[in-house]
Structure formats: C-alpha cells, structure tokens
C-alpha cells in the first residue's frame, strides 16, 4: 500500500487550519460593526426623547393641568404613549403620539407623549384658578361693607314703650351722623357691588333723582325736602355738627325733623337715600317705621371714599321696639332705634 509522506500530510493540516483562520477573521470583520450598530440603537431607543413643549417635566399643579409622564416602557416592550395634558380646569387634552419599541432590556424605552397641550392645559387651569381667586378679591375690595351696620339708638336711659309713633329722646352724639369709610380694591377698576340692604327707619321725602322701582325705597341722586311746606322746616342746615355736602342739601336748607339716611361715593361721583317714602300727614312724613328688605347694585370705584350720613335736625325720632329682622342680629334685639344693615352678596368688574 502507497503511504503519504508524513511531511506532506502535515503540511496539507497546517493549511487546512490557515484557511479556517482565515474564514473566521473575514467573519469577524463584518460582525464587529453590526454588533457595535446594535449597541447604538439599543442606547438610542432606551432614552427617553422629550419633544418640545413635552409634558416630560412632570404635572403642573399650580394650574390645573395635568403633565404627561415621559414615555415609560416595560422591559422588552418599550411601548409608551404620551397622554396629553389633561386640564380639568379648562385646558384641552393634548394629543397621543404612541412611543417606538424599545430594546428588550430597556426600562424606559419610547418616546414621551407630545405635552404640548397639557402646557396649555396648565395654563388654561391657572387662568380658571386665577379667575376664582380674583373673585375672592374682589369681594375683599367691598369687605368694609359687608355686614356693616347704621345704627341710630334711642337714649339709652329711655323706657321704650310699644305705642305707634312714638318718638324717643336721642344723645347729640348720635342724633346727627357723618360716618367716612374707605373701600378698597384696585383703583384702576370699578366695581359693580350688589348690597342687600335691611332694616328699620322712618320714611323721608327727595326729588330730583330716580327711585327704584323694584323695592321703591332706594332713591339715586336729588336732594331731601320738606315738600315746599314751611311750616314743616324745623331746623337749618347751618344747625348741624358738620359741614353737608351740596349734593345732599335741600335747596331751601330746610329739614322737618323725620331722618334722612344717605350714602355718598367718590368715584364714580353718586349718592344714594335709602328711606324713600311717598307717603304724607298733613305737611311731614307719617310718624311711623318701616321694615326695609331690598337688593341693589351700585358702581364703586377702588379705593373710593364712602360718607354715610344720618340727619335728624331734631332732638328724638320715632323708633322701632318690638320688630325683627330676619339675618340681622343687633344689641339690643329688637334694637330701640332705627337701623339699616350692609350685606355685600355678589361683587363684579365693570366693563372698561
């Protein structure tokens, strides 16, 4: 039998084992740069990509709407989608855009939802919260009149007996008033302040300016006046403690005894009675009380002054002594007097 020389056959292995190396290192050649590939795409599609005006920086809380969470992926899925921002206080949602896969063992793996109207969301939250809180202040600007109280006693030592129309002494102190009071509120504004107006007074006569005629005692603009009766004037204005406003003046000067209660304002300029009364005795309102339970709205500019005024002219008034009124709490209760309370129920900004 022919044998191969044991040289030759060794050189054939080496060459079989050179050829081997040979295809493995060509192999390695092209594998290299796919798996360095596949390192950059699993790196790439684990972060989270956030879009402009994403909602990946969390949720708005101040404003209401709610951000989106950047894109979180399970492991090997990846799949996020974005929601929009939803504002439950008026903004719209934003739009879904749905994450790409991410790589098997990437947490976090997609792309954040588009948030950019969960920004607008927010915004639209914070302008309706903002709307509120500007509500609440500008009930704070009318603070000075709500559950405010005109109080015009009787003197305190009187014994108040339950005849009609009976009159009360009264204290000089309080038989004439001129009470200042300051609204608040931003003076670049003016307010419309709906006030609900309660309480008991004598009744009084003024012309020249526009009764309401929801509630027929509220009385804008004009003057007091004895009705042209002189018989009926009692006292002058010259008589009383403090300098009257011309607005607010009878054009004769002259007062017939019965209460005048009277509110100015600054800005916009106006004064209002409160105790209208049509009604006659000869040439002077009836001595008699009357329950007042009326709603109005007048125009107050921020940081207004208020003048409330009380005038009697007189030394005694006819007086409430055994009446309530409901809402209105007073010492003494029933309160021995007249008096008028200031509730603010509702306070708006007029249309500049």
């Not at 509120?185 to 020249?208: C, F, K, P, Q």
């Not at 042209?228 to 004769?252: M, V």
């Not at 209208?276 to 002077?284: E, F, G, Q």
């Not at 007042?292 to 921020?302: A, H, K, R």
Request: glycine residues 14%; aromatic residues 8%.
């Amino acid at each position: 039998m022919y044998r191969r020389p044991k040289k030759l056959a060794l050189n054939r292995l080496r060459q079989i084992e050179w050829a081997r190396d040979r295809t493995l290192s060509r192999a390695g050649h092209v594998l290299l740069p796919l798996c360095w590939l596949c390192t950059v795409i699993s790196a790439c599609s684990s972060e989270a990509v956030t879009p402009s005006g994403s909602a990946g920086n969390g949720a708005q809380i101040a404003g209401g709407g709610s951000a989106a969470a950047a894109g979180r992926g399970n492991a090997g899925i990846g799949s996020a989608v974005g929601g929009g921002g939803a504002s439950p206080a008026g903004g719209g949602a934003g739009p879904e855009v749905a994450g790409a896969s991410g790589s098997g063992a990437s947490p976090t793996g997609g792309f954040a939802g588009q948030g950019s109207s969960g920004a607008a969301g927010a915004a639209a939250g914070s302008t309706a919260q903002g709307g509120s809180a500007g509500a609440e202040n500008d009930l704070a600007a009318a603070a000075v009149l709500d559950h405010y109280q005109l109080l015009d006693p009787c003197q305190a030592s009187y014994k108040a007996v339950a005849t009609p129309g009976d009159v009360c002494p009264q204290d000089t102190a309080v038989k004439n008033q001129a009470i200042p009071l300051q609204f608040a509120g931003d003076a670049a504004v003016t307010y419309n302040v709906t006030l609900h107006v309660r309480g008991i007074m004598e009744g009084y006569w003024y012309s020249g300016g526009v009764l309401d005629s929801a509630n027929m005692t509220f009385y804008t603009g004009g003057v007091p006046t004895v009705g042209g009766y002189s018989s009926a004037c009692k006292n002058k204005t010259s008589e009383l403690p403090f300098a009257l406003p011309a607005e607010i003046t009878p054009s004769d000067n002259c007062w017939n005894g019965f209460n005048m209660f009277a509110l100015t304002v600054s800005s916009p300029k106006q004064h209002y009675y409160l105790n209208y009364t049509a009604k006659k005795d000869n040439d002077r309102p009836p001595h008699a009380v009357y329950p007042s339970d009326y709603t109005v709205t007048i125009p107050i500019q921020g940081q207004a002054k208020l003048q409330f005024y009380v005038v009697g002219s007189d030394e005694h008034e006819c007086y409430n002594v055994n009446q309530l009124t409901n809402g209105v709490n007073t010492t003494p209760s029933p309160y021995i007097g007249e008096f008028v309370q200031f509730d603010v129920t509702r306070v708006t900004r007029a249309q500049q």
